[in-house]
């Protein structure tokens, strides 16, 4: 498995095992103590106060040593409501136990300014142990204040397992005897508003003591009862020794009165705190894990991604806990990716350095071009990692140092770009043509800059670099305003997986190349005209002189020389031309090629009555060349077989297809004659240049210059075909032409195949047509 596979392997594996973890701990509550402390960390950020709706009346120390000791007389107690009904507040939520009887006559006062204010609410009382079925034992109060009471219920709180009040037990869809007395309360007052999830934790804050009035102040008269008027009225014992108190979040311990006032408070203000659900918990405490695990993977700075994660992770649980009232806990969330960064950065590195040691183990082994000292190094171990990183980077370093002595003995001026065009590489040869100032390497020039001095030699226009980079390189012929002439290519770099990754640019400065082209078209010329003209000028003059001023033999020496110096001329012509042509390749069918060879020695094999015979197939054969090279090749060979056959002989002309080595589809033309052969020696030779047949051979027919031959095999490798000779003496003599075929159509033709529409008018007289 390689680097990548071996990490995504790892991080699928971290990824589930510290989601296993933290979907386990989510799910069987771990970590509660921690969730706990944070929630009571973000609970003093979320200020809030509360208004003057709610006044708290206290029977405090003072009421206690003013009105008796408690438990007071029930009297007092409905003297106490009298009082407060007075001031026709909305509620009067009265936190004690009248669960049983006392003095008839006392129970009956109470009762009764029980009715008359008739909005006084009083606690019931849970008793443990349970009963027989299981249930908790239920004290109501007694028959008079129970059917006169606005509502009960319990006033019992539960603390969490570290001792602090935090949360409380509401089913606003429970029986009054099940309902816990603020509830029955709330409800009383907001009797419009929709009955649904309230939310569990008490959003505690600093107490206000400016709403807590002694009841004693009430009773003396010392406060008006005009101060509570439209108001909720929560009467409790905060005596010391007597009062009910709670440890709660940060703000040390509450009387029962003061967490009954805040708890009604809240649920007023709907603003109570609701635990997310299981669901939402796992959620979010998986999301940030794989929202970390994919950063890592993507990002260079999993650093960053991993406190910017954290803070959106706190920052999430801050606004929830601010606008939703949601309380989500951070903790497990935190965790996971406090866990699984350094545990995917080990994980990282250790398959990082053991990928490294494999293939610095493997470049080491290697084959190496620069000799280098072998190194030991113990397995497994990072100091041993170091070393053979430390040799890999020498190695490198020399390597880079014989690319650029590699690089620096090409003959020609080299660069090596990246995409853009910026030079990487430069050899010796391209400073010296550009100048060290103007390939400086900091910053990278840009081979565009230095193409500015260089013409494209046929449109004139500036070279610039090719913008779509294809298979092959691309070459421009290009002049300098000096004069000089380059061959500018452009070869694409490509990596093993074909992704095109620059250039390399080679300068070839062909100026001495195109002064011998020049040469040669001055010595084509010298041949066409300059020696031609006066070869010509001899024949006419024979032709125009009288026969009895010279004598006949000396006619026909002059003559024959004449002759042979334009065959020599041509055929030197004909061969350079092979040679240095641009050729213009074309589709064309093989046997038109050949029938118009034929048709052009007609006269010659008529004159000798020798017959040319063509065989070939009713399919056209489809070849890439250029037609008039490839005819005259056709004519050479031709000729040549007319020469050296004896007359009123034969000579077959066979067209056919066959397979290359690669299976490529062949088109072979074999011309036979029956003359008198080669040997051995002269059929490996007949190809080279003014090369003619052996001494007896030339007496019986025309004496040629040794060069038609020659022409033949340069046209046949140029179109990348091949020519082959097959021949024994006395047994005649085979030239056989090689070409790829384009395509091989077989085209449907009446009367008789392809040639009756392609048939030239001397072929037709020579087939007697």
Not at 56 to 62: N, P, Q, S
Request: charged content about 20%; overall charge negative.
């Amino acid at each position: 498995m390689n680097l990548g596979g071996r990490l995504r392997a790892q991080w699928w594996l971290i990824a589930s095992i510290v989601s296993l973890l933290i979907l386990l701990l989510t799910v069987q509550g771990g970590l509660y103590r921690w969730d706990n402390l944070s929630y009571d960390r973000f609970l003093k950020l979320f200020t809030h106060g509360y208004d003057n709706d709610i006044v708290l009346v206290e029977i405090d120390d003072e009421s206690l040593a003013r009105n008796g000791r408690w438990p007071w007389s029930r009297n007092i107690h409905a003297e106490l409501i009298n009082r407060l009904a007075a001031g026709a507040p909305r509620a009067i939520v009265y936190d004690t136990l009248f669960t049983e009887p006392s003095d008839p006559s006392d129970d009956a006062a109470l009762s009764a300014s029980m009715a008359r204010a008739g909005n006084v609410f009083v606690p019931l009382y849970l008793s443990e142990p349970r009963t027989a079925d299981g249930r908790m034992a239920i004290f109501e109060p007694i028959q008079e204040i129970n059917e006169v009471a606005a509502g009960t219920g319990f006033t019992d709180y539960m603390v969490d397992s570290d001792g602090v009040l935090r949360s409380v037990s509401l089913d606003l869809h429970a029986t009054p005897i099940r309902r816990h007395l603020i509830e029955a309360v709330y409800r009383a007052l907001e009797p419009d508003k929709p009955e649904g999830n309230q939310g569990t934790m008490i959003p505690f804050c600093p107490p206000d003591r400016r709403r807590h009035i002694s009841a004693s102040a009430i009773l003396n008269g010392v406060v008006s009862t005009q101060t509570i008027r439209s108001k909720i009225v929560m009467v409790g014992v905060t005596a010391s020794g007597v009062k009910p108190q709670y440890p709660v979040v940060g703000l040390g311990t509450f009387s029962g009165l003061e967490i009954d006032a805040q708890l009604l408070r809240a649920l007023l203000d709907n603003r109570m705190v609701t635990v997310a659900s299981l669901n939402v918990q796992i959620a979010f405490a998986l999301a940030p894990l794989w929202l970390l695990m994919v950063a890592m993977r993507l990002t260079h700075r999993p650093s960053l991604a991993l406190l910017a994660i954290a803070i959106a992770i706190l920052a999430a649980t801050f606004t929830d806990l601010l606008a939703f009232h949601l309380w989500l806990p951070p903790v497990k969330a935190l965790l996971a990716i406090f866990i699984a960064f350094p545990v995917w950065g080990w994980r990282q590195l250790a398959v990082t350095q053991q990928f490294m040691r494999q293939e610095l183990k493997l470049l080491s082994d290697g084959r190496r071009i620069i000799p280098q000292e072998t190194i030991l190094a113990a397995p497994q171990r990072l100091d041993s990692t170091l070393t053979l990183l430390t040799a890999a980077l020498a190695d490198n370093r020399s390597m880079r140092q014989f690319i650029g002595d590699s690089l620096d003995q090409l003959p020609d001026a080299t660069l090596v770009t990246s995409t853009t065009g910026n030079i990487l590489l430069i050899n010796a040869f391209a400073r010296k043509l550009f100048g060290e100032e103007a390939v400086r390497s900091d910053p990278a020039t840009n081979v565009t800059a230095l193409l500015g001095r260089f013409r494209d030699a046929s449109s004139r226009e500036v070279i610039e670099v090719p913008t779509s980079p294809g298979r092959i390189p691309i070459i421009y012929d290009a002049v300098t305003a000096e004069g000089h002439f380059y061959t500018i290519r452009f070869t694409p770099r490509r990596t093993e997986q074909d992704v095109f990754t620059g250039w390399i640019v080679q300068l070839m400065d062909i100026s001495e190349a195109k002064a011998t082209a020049r040469q040669r078209d001055d010595i084509l010329e010298l041949l066409t005209h300059d020696m031609r003209s006066p070869q010509a000028s001899i024949l006419a003059v024979l032709e125009m002189a009288p026969a009895q001023n010279i004598e006949p033999e000396t006619v026909r020496r002059i003559r024959h020389y004449a002759e042979r110096t334009l065959g020599l001329a041509d055929g030197f012509v004909q061969l350079l031309r092979a040679q240095a042509l641009e050729y213009v390749l074309e589709e064309v069918v093989f046997g038109e090629m050949l029938i118009d060879a034929i048709d052009d020695l007609w006269p010659q094999a008529t004159a000798k009555g020798i017959t040319i015979e063509l065989c070939d197939q009713e399919e056209p054969l489809f070849v890439n060349v250029e037609r008039s090279l490839i005819t005259r090749s056709l004519i050479n060979v031709l000729d040549n077989a007319v020469k050296y056959s004896p007359a009123q002989s034969q000579i077959t002309c066979t067209l056919g297809r066959g397979n290359g080595p690669l299976g490529e589809i062949l088109a072979t033309c074999r011309i036979t004659d029956h003359g008198p052969g080669l040997d051995a020696e002269h059929k490996t030779a007949i190809f080279k240049r003014f090369h003619r047949g052996p001494l007896g051979l030339r007496r019986q027919g025309p004496d040629g210059v040794g060069l038609g031959l020659s022409f033949v095999h340069m046209v046949m490798v140029r179109h990348g075909g091949e020519i082959r000779c097959e021949s024994e003496l006395g047994q005649g003599t085979s030239f056989t032409f090689v070409l790829p075929v384009v395509a091989a159509l077989i085209r449907e033709a009446p009367c008789g195949g392809w040639r009756e529409w392609h048939k030239p008018l001397s072929w037709s007289r020579k087939l007697g047509v």
